[in-house]
């Protein structure tokens, strides 16, 4: 089956520094990807959709100065949180789809905190 | 617009009980996919079902049952003889034209299984 990598796992960083995410799918190419943001106890909270080689698709209230997509190759996309300060910290979680295919297949998120 | 609702915020059962998660969706398009993830305390989605508009079939896996009804804009989940390991939150999503195909979440239900 599908198989989408993240690393790192989780993470721990101080305020104001910059963190990078990635996202890989393994076994195919994926033209899509999309990052989520989950607080606790609350759904996922799509933060944009990015397409390979083109510029990441932000949703409303989502500051894309802030975070930084990048989806320079079929099978990795990155999501850099810039300036972190502590309400960044959350559950980030990515998912890749496959050309013409609507199912999304998810990684095992990235936990961040910030201290 | 499409929306899923799932009105059962938690959900707290015995060891062996039956236990039936409902979802109920809106949407306009005539053909949408309806999913079902399920996220243990690890935080990784799960993926448990997809179902086609088209396809109103009922799905059995194991102890895992899906009961689509067209009629009622529902499919809900029902697992039999439930265990503790089945204790997670689980989401039901819509996906279709009218969201460009992008997920849309239900709140989530959380599934407490008492041994």
């Known amino acids: 089956g599908a198989v989408v990598s993240q690393h790192p796992s989780w993470v721990i960083c101080k305020s104001g520094t910059s963190v990078k995410i990635e996202c890989r799918s393994l076994d195919f190419q994926a033209t899509t990807m999309f990052w989520y943001r989950q607080f606790p106890k609350q759904s996922l909270m799509l933060m944009a959709t990015?397409?390979?080689?083109?510029?990441?698709?932000?949703e409303q209230g989502v500051e894309k100065d802030k975070f930084l997509i990048n989806h320079a190759s079929l099978t990795l996309s990155t999501l850099t949180v810039t300036s972190a300060h502590p309400e960044d910290s959350s559950f980030y979680i990515c998912s890749a789809q496959a050309p013409r295919h609507y199912e999304q297949y998810f990684g095992p998120g990235t936990r961040l905190t910030v201290t | 617009a499409q929306k899923v609702t799932q009105a059962q915020t938690e959900i707290s059962v015995v060891e062996k009980e039956d236990v039936t998660l409902d979802c109920v969706y809106e949407?306009?398009?005539?053909?949408?996919?309806l999913f079902w993830y399920k996220q243990p305390p690890s935080g990784e989605l799960v993926f448990l079902i997809r179902r086609n508009s088209f396809d109103e079939q009922n799905e059995i896996s194991g102890r895992y049952s899906w009961n689509f009804q067209k009629s009622t804009s529902s499919f809900n989940f029902t697992i039999t003889a439930s265990q503790v390991v089945d204790s997670a939150v689980y989401f039901c999503?819509?996906?279709?034209?009218?969201?460009?195909?992008?997920?849309?979440w239900g709140a989530g239900t959380k599934l407490i299984i008492k041994p």
């Open positions: 990015s397409n390979e080689g083109s510029k990441a698709t932000y």
């Open positions: 949407t306009r398009d005539t053909t949408y996919y």
């Open positions: 999503a819509l996906s279709g034209r009218d969201s460009n195909y992008q997920l849309i």
